[in-house]
């Protein structure tokens, strides 16, 4: 049985971006990213209190793990929490794919026990699951959670688990103001209603809810995000700019105050840093206030958008 309840800052780190090589158009993302930006980002983050990462073996195939893991070296391990996940697409053929996939992330991060561990997807919610329990009962795995997955899927991880004596702890999902799939789909309602953290990804759209890119500014050539944004930008534009309006208010920035709505719709995000800059936002995002009027404007203004961000791995959660 997992002794210590699971306990997480406000907000946790993304580093899905430190998977691409770091070349300006390459991968993902295609920021330009260097080891020593990187460093500066988790000491920033560490100072501020931030102090949950979330990555994946699948980003960049170890690279962000190994990136992650040399942006935090000299930190105590007890300083910090790591979360990362087993993709069920990426499996090897030995005998016990999830615990030889939990090997290969705690080298990569060079770590001898995860925080939080991920299924990634709900590929196959019966073979995939019970490997988690030995994961549970060796320590090497202090908490787990379930990514991707509706209502239905959680409830059958939470069974399986619960043979053991686990449980679902935390669930991960894409949830912004352009993509209210599990909260429509009753995601959000189930994991209040059981106790269960709900972690938001992708709540800045990849940058395209930060108002810095535009028609006139697109999203790296090259990369991924640019063909999935690229073309939707011009419509987001009255949305970006009510966002930087209530910042301005505040004194800060349209990706603060949409992160701000992810925080007071009861919901953990995990945002993507790739500056340190970034970091002193997220700080300041704790503290950014919204009133019910400002989430219902800025929820109108995101429906007339009617964009639809799902992503090409992701199913409708209703
Ligand atoms: N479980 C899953 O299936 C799943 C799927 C997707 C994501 N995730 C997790 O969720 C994390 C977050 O998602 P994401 O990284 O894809 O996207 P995101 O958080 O929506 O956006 C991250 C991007 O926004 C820009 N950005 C971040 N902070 C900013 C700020 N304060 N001002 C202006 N721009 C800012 C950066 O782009 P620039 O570098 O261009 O400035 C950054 O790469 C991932 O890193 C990953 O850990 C999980």
């Known amino acids: 049985m997992t002794n210590d309840p699971l306990t997480t800052p406000a907000i946790a780190l993304g580093t899905w971006a430190w998977g691409d090589s770091g070349e300006a158009g390459d991968g993902y993302f295609?920021?330009?990213?260097?080891?020593?930006?990187?460093?500066?980002?988790?000491?920033?983050a560490m100072?501020?209190?931030?102090?949950?990462?979330?990555?994946?073996?699948v980003y960049g195939m170890g690279r962000s793990e190994k990136a992650l893991a040399r942006a935090l070296r000299g930190f105590d391990r007890s300083s910090y929490q790591l979360s990362t996940k087993f993709t069920p697409q990426i499996v090897g053929d030995g005998d016990d794919p999830v615990a030889d996939a939990l090997e290969q992330s705690l080298a990569n991060l060079g770590t001898d026990y995860i925080d939080l561990y991920w299924i990634h997807n709900p590929a196959d919610v019966e073979r995939?699951?019970?490997g988690l329990i030995p994961l549970l009962e060796s320590g090497k795995v202090r908490h787990v959670g379930v990514s991707n997955h509706d209502v239905e899927q959680i409830q059958r991880a939470d069974a399986i688990l619960g043979e053991a004596g686990y449980r679902v702890e935390a669930v991960q999902n894409h949830y912004s103001l352009l993509y209210r799939s599990s909260e429509l789909g009753g995601v959000l309602d189930h994991c209040r209603e059981n106790g269960v953290r709900f972690f938001s990804y992708m709540v800045?759209?990849?940058?395209?809810?930060?108002?810095?890119?535009?028609?006139?500014n697109p999203m790296p050539a090259g990369s991924s995000r640019a063909e999935a944004y690229n073309h939707v930008l011009p419509r987001l534009q009255a949305l970006t700019d009510r966002l930087a309006a209530l910042g301005q208010e505040q004194d800060t920035s349209a990706a603060d105050v949409a992160t701000a709505w992810a925080i007071a719709k009861g919901t953990t995000p995990i945002i993507g840093v790739t500056k340190p800059g970034y970091v002193d936002?997220?700080?300041?995002?704790?503290?950014?206030?919204?009133?019910?009027?400002?989430?219902?404007?800025?929820?109108?203004?995101a429906e007339a958008t009617g964009v639809d961000t799902?992503?090409?791995?992701?199913?409708?959660?209703?």
């Open 30 to 44: 295609g920021s330009r990213l260097t080891e020593s930006g990187l460093r500066e980002v988790a000491e920033k």
């Open 47 to 57: 100072a501020g209190g931030l102090t949950l990462w979330d990555t994946a073996t």
């Open 128 to 130: 995939w699951t019970p």
């Open 204 to 216: 800045l759209e990849q940058g395209a809810l930060t108002g810095r890119y535009g028609p006139k």
């Open 281 to 301: 936002g997220l700080v300041r995002a704790q503290g950014v206030e919204l009133t019910g009027e400002d989430m219902t404007e800025l929820e109108a203004l």
């Open 310 to 318: 799902r992503g090409s791995w992701e199913h409708e959660m209703q």
